[in-house]
Each structure stands twice: as C-alpha cells, then as structure tokens.
C-alpha cells in the first residue's frame, strides 16, 4: 500500500475513536439526573469558594 493510505486508514481510525469518547461522555452525561446535577454543581462551587477563600487568606498573610 502506499503511505497516503496508510495515513488515511490512521485518520479514519482516529475519527472512530474520537466519536466512540463523545458518545460515552454523552451517555455518561445524561444519565444523571437533574437533581444529582445540581448537587454535583453546588458541591463544585463550595470546593471553588473554599480554594479562594484560602488563596485570600494565604495572601494576606504573605503581605504582612
């Protein structure tokens, strides 16, 4: 075979598995539910406010 070939077999198999990883995030995505979602999500955002708020204080610490 020649070697554009086998860059367009390589091409076509990375297009495959790219499409096997979306549809397994989509279906891991919507079997959750709205409620888990919205818990996951405040979870999320009292772990980023906890991570600021330390970020501060160490801050402020460091500038006195």
Do not use: F
């Not at 020649?2 to 990375?14: H, M, S």
């Not at 772990?47 to 708020?53: H, I, L, S």
Request: no cysteine.
């Amino acid at each position: 075979m020649r070697w554009w070939k086998w860059v367009g077999l390589a091409g076509l198999a990375g297009v495959a598995a790219t499409g096997a990883v979306a549809v397994r995030a989509e279906r891991r995505r919507r079997s959750y539910t709205p409620e888990e979602i919205r818990a996951r999500l405040h979870e999320r955002a009292a772990e980023a406010q906890e991570a600021r708020d330390e970020a501060h204080k160490s801050a402020v610490a460091t500038s006195k």
